[in-house]
């Protein structure tokens, strides 16, 4: 697979979300389908894992390290710290990046990871209660420790991003972003442009919902968070599908699948964006990895984005009270 540089960190062009694998979409798989998606990943070129300490809690990070420790050398791991999680795995509602939280947090990382440093750490969402420049602080003593290689924030605004970025460099910001999410592009990538920063879209894939497998008669199971998104309403999915019309409509033309015009659509904005789709399943991960072959011309771009411009996208992409934490 081509490679891709995040500020100074080198990756496959796609990455692998992890998160899916125990958390979020419904029951967890089992555990030797999980490290054997994981393997397979790494088999066909995939370098860039991402996961979090709050994926689980846990045991995302655990399964991660345990799919990874035999091709340690040959892969980059992403994980991330600022949720108010106990060391025994009660979870408050908030959010901590206290400095003290954060060097436990990565301590903690490193051992369920399996692994002597963490190649990319990611502040999970902005702390209000904690100065981002405390937070960019702590981090910049891991990376002196030889803990962490390189800091990363998630879900920030164009502001927080300059102000922790003077005090150590970012190398990735990390926020939602595809076709039917376009929150990203006004302020927050032109400063990742300008600062030399890389940007990875998670659910580039819109939960899946631009892979064109998910309709209005879709049912939800009630561990999956999609059954309370308000754009994963019956009303908001019907209305929504003029997104995946337009995906297969360019997908037919392309000899490809939505899924892949979508993937390829993101490759295609800027040489330092990093997509991380995951899956669960051995063809769909085939089948994301094709999407890095797939050549979108100057002509096709501008189609797609007169169309898009004209679909009224239906229902937010979060619930308001997981909305209120981004773009601080």
Same mark, same amino acid.
Request: no cysteine.
């Given at each position: 697979m081509k490679k891709r540089t995040l500020g100074n960190l080198e990756v496959s062009a796609l990455g692998f979300g992890c998160m899916g694998?125990?958390?979020?979409?419904?029951?967890?798989?089992?555990?030797?389908?999980?490290?054997?998606?994981?393997?397979?990943?790494?088999?066909?070129?995939?370098?860039?894992?991402?996961?979090?300490?709050?994926?689980?809690?846990?045991?995302?990070?655990?399964?991660?390290?345990?799919?990874?420790?035999?091709?340690?050398?040959?892969?980059?791991?992403?994980?991330?710290?600022?949720?108010?999680?106990?060391?025994?795995?009660?979870?408050?509602?908030?959010?901590?990046s206290k400095p003290e939280h954060i060097r436990q947090v990565a %301590?903690?990382?490193? +051992?369920?990871?399996?692994?002597?440093?963490?190649? *990319?750490?990611?502040?999970? $969402?902005?702390?209000?209660?904690?100065p981002i420049e405390d937070v960019a602080g702590a981090?910049?003593?891991?990376?002196?420790?030889?803990?962490?290689?390189?800091?990363?924030l998630s879900e920030a605004g164009a502001k927080t991003i300059r102000r922790a970025h003077a005090v150590h460099p970012i190398t990735a910001v990390q926020s939602e972003y595809s076709l039917w999410t376009r929150d990203p592009e006004p302020d927050v990538l032109p400063t990742c442009e300008e600062l030399g920063i890389g940007f990875v879209p998670w659910s580039p894939l819109g939960q899946g919902f631009l892979t064109g497998k998910i309709d209005a008669s879709t049912k939800f199971e009630s561990t999956d968070f999609r059954a309370v998104f308000p754009r994963f309403? %019956?009303?908001?999915? +019907?209305?929504?599908?003029a997104v995946v019309d337009l *995906?297969?409509?360019?997908? $037919?033309?392309?000899?490809?699948?939505?899924a892949q015009i979508a993937l390829a659509w993101l490759l295609a904005q800027k040489p330092w964006i990093v997509p991380i789709p995951g899956t669960t399943k051995i063809h769909r991960l085939e089948e994301n990895i094709g999407s890095a072959s797939v050549e979108l011309t100057s002509d096709d771009l501008d189609e797609i984005n007169a169309a898009a411009s004209k679909i009224p996208i239906q229902g937010e992409r979060l619930p308001e009270s997981i909305l209120r934490m981004s773009y601080r």
């Open positions: 694998l125990t958390y979020g979409y419904g029951p967890a798989i089992e555990k030797p389908q999980a490290i054997d998606v994981i393997r397979k990943a790494v088999d066909r070129g995939v370098t860039f894992f991402d996961t979090a300490e709050a994926y689980g809690p846990f045991a995302n990070e655990e399964l991660v390290g345990e799919a990874l420790r035999p091709h340690r050398e040959r892969v980059v791991i992403a994980t991330k710290f600022g949720f108010d999680i106990a060391p025994d795995g009660q979870r408050s509602s908030g959010l901590n %301590e903690a990382s490193l +051992k369920r990871l399996k692994t002597d440093v963490i190649d *990319l750490f990611y502040q999970h $969402r902005v702390d209000p209660n904690v981090v910049k003593d891991l990376i002196q420790a030889g803990k962490v290689k390189h800091f990363g309403t %019956e009303e908001a999915r +019907k209305a929504n599908h *995906l297969n409509q360019i997908a $037919r033309r392309k000899n490809a699948t939505p």
